[in-house]
C-alpha cells in the first residue's frame, strides 16, 4: 500500500502534548486491517523506543511490544486510535512523526507525517 493513502490515517491537528508525554490520532477511513507487529515511532528522525508507546481504541491502552500475531494491532474502518508517546513531551512548532507496522501477508508498512504541536490535552 503506498504510503500516500497510509497518510490517510493521521488526523492532522492531534498532536498534542499531554500529562505523561505526547499522543497523536489516527482514524481509519481505509478498510479494516491488522498488524501482527509495531515498528519504533520515528520523532524528527529519531526512533523512539517500542517500551514508550502505546495505543488507546475505546478506552483500551496496549502497548506497542503487548503487539504480536496473537495479539494484533487492530485499525477497524471509522474508528479512532490514539498513540500515545511517554516520557517526552514535544517543543512548540512543527515535528515529523513515523509510523510503521508489520502486516500479515503483507510485510513492513510505513509512513511519514509532519504536523505543528497543538495545544495541550
Known amino acids: 500500500m503506498p504510503s500516500f493513502l497510509l497518510k490517510r490515517l493521521y488526523v492532522k491537528g ?3 502534548n499531554n500529562d505523561d508525554g505526547f499522543q497523536l490520532q489516527l482514524r481509519n477511513s481505509l478498510g479494516s486491517g491488522y498488524a501482527r507487529e509495531m515498528l519504533p515511532l520515528t520523532l524528527d528522525g529519531q526512533e523512539i523506543p517500542k517500551e514508550n508507546c502505546s495505543f488507546v481504541v475505546e478506552g483500551k491502552e496496549t502497548r506497542f511490544t503487548q503487539v504480536s500475531p ?4 487492530t485499525l477497524a474502518l471509522n474508528r479512532d486510535t490514539t498513540l500515545l508517546v511517554k516520557g517526552q ?3 512548540p512548532g512543527a515535528h515529523r512523526i513515523g509510523i510503521g507496522f508489520i ?9 511519514e507525517v509532519t504536523d505543528v504541536l497543538g495545544d495541550p490535552v
Open 103 to 111: 502486516v500479515q501477508g503483507i510485510g513492513p508498512l510505513s509512513f
Open 89 to 91: 513531551t514535544l517543543s
Open 70 to 73: 496473537e495479539n494484533p494491532f
Open 14 to 16: 492531534s498532536l498534542r
